[in-house]
Structures are given as C-alpha cells and as structure tokens.
C-alpha cells in the first residue's frame, strides 16, 4: 500500500510550451501533497504545499503564476509548468501526506524528469 | 528557520565495514527527523524516523538517535552491503511548516565488494 504515482516519469518540451505532472496517490487519500524540485546531485527543495480544495502555499521565490498546482481531489494533484524555459528543466518529486493513528506519513512520488529544450 | 546539514559525499566503503553519515539540525520547535534513502533510478524511501527526543528510529540494519542535547540525528549501520549504495538525505518536518520536509544535501554512499 502507500503508493504514489506520477506521470509522466519524464518529458521533453520546447521553450514557450506548458506542461503538466500528475501526481496521484493510488490506494489512500491524501490530505496534504507537495512538491518539491531536485537538481542533479543537489537536495530536493520544496516548491510548494497543496491541499485538497484550497489554494498551494507557495515556497519563497517560487513563482505561482509559472507553476500552476491544482489539487484537484484527495488523490490527485496536478503542477503545470507554464512557458517552460531550459532553466525549468529539473527533476521533479511530489509527495503525499496521508494521517494515520501512529502519527502521519509522507510517501513519495518516482519523480517526472523534465527537459526543456 | 529550519535547516539540515549532512555530511558531503561521496562515502566509498568496503563491504561490511561500518557507516556513519552525520547529521545535525535547526528547528524553531520540535521536528520529526527522518533519513530517506533514494536508490539509483528510484524514488525517495524512507528509512527510518524519530519524532520526539532519545527516540531510536530502526530499519534494515541502520539506526540514528534523536539527539536535542547535540540537534543530531547521525545515521549508523554496522556492517554495508553492496546493495546500500544509494543517496541518503537527512530530513526534518515540523507542524509549523505543514509538515513538509526540510532535506539535507544528500550523501552518496558506494559499497564495493
């Protein structure tokens, strides 16, 4: 159990273009998703927090108008990068929260891999 | 705010010998601490937790001890096996955050046999 799916695992796109991840949780529901963006051998930086219904509370220096976060139910939330330039080109990883009796869980996503040409 | 600081790698060891990665945290509160541990061409797993102080987290052979004395929560397994060659990331949530998680930079762990 506990999985989180993401789609696509890794696209190409030209300059100027939008392009949208998925990010799903498969058997559980997800009060809290996030998203977080990782450069090759650097951390992962969280991007922003989405929760179901409401608006994402974005990150300092994340801008909100290029990276759309919709979180649509409690198993999907969706992150449009919007006019994609080659500076956008990065690994990105969502996460899922999901509240337990033992304390709450966070699971990841494989990550979406996105180049920008 | 909330920071990790972890060793850099990359930490090249020996089958069997022991490992420590060192970590060591700010909080404004009282974090949860985790180690994640992300293989080649996988996604980030977790490895173990600890969420309140002297707690152990435990999994797979690797321990770490929540430390508030010395804000540390190193990373310890005994004896590495060529398939614990991974990336591990040190990591702090706190409610006051939304519970997202604060990374550290990630150590690169290679066993050779």
């Known amino acids: 159990g506990a999985v989180v799916s993401q789609h696509p695992s890794w696209v190409i796109c030209k300059s100027g273009t939008s392009v949208k991840i998925e990010c799903r949780s498969l058997d559980f529901q997800a009060t809290t998703m996030f998203w977080y963006r990782q450069f090759p051998k650097q951390s992962l930086m969280l991007m922003a927090t989405?929760?179901?219904?409401?608006?994402?509370?974005?990150e300092q220096g994340v801008e909100k108008d290029k990276f759309l976060i919709n979180h649509a139910s409690l198993t999907l939330s969706t992150l449009t990068v919007t006019s994609a330039h080659p500076e956008d080109s990065s690994f990105y990883i969502c996460s899922a929260r999901v509240i337990r009796d033992r304390g709450s869980e966070q699971y990841f996503g494989p990550g979406t891999r996105l180049t920008v040409t | 705010g909330n920071s990790v600081t972890q060793m850099e790698g990359p930490v090249t060891l020996s089958e069997e010998a022991f490992l420590t990665i060192n970590c060591t945290y700010t909080?404004?509160?009282?974090?949860?601490l985790f180690w994640y541990v992300q293989y080649p061409g996988e996604g980030l797993q977790l490895l173990l937790k600890a969420t309140k102080a002297d707690d152990k987290g435990s999994n797979k052979g690797f321990e770490a001890t929540y430390r508030k004395e010395t804000t540390s929560f190193h990373l310890e397994k005994g004896s590495v096996q060529v398939s614990d060659s991974a990336v591990y990331f040190c990591a702090l949530s706190e409610s006051n955050s939304g519970y997202a998680l604060n990374f550290g930079k990630g150590t690169s762990l290679l066993v050779t046999p």
């Open positions: 989405s929760n179901e219904g409401s608006k994402a509370t974005y």
């Open positions: 909080a404004t509160g009282y974090p949860s």
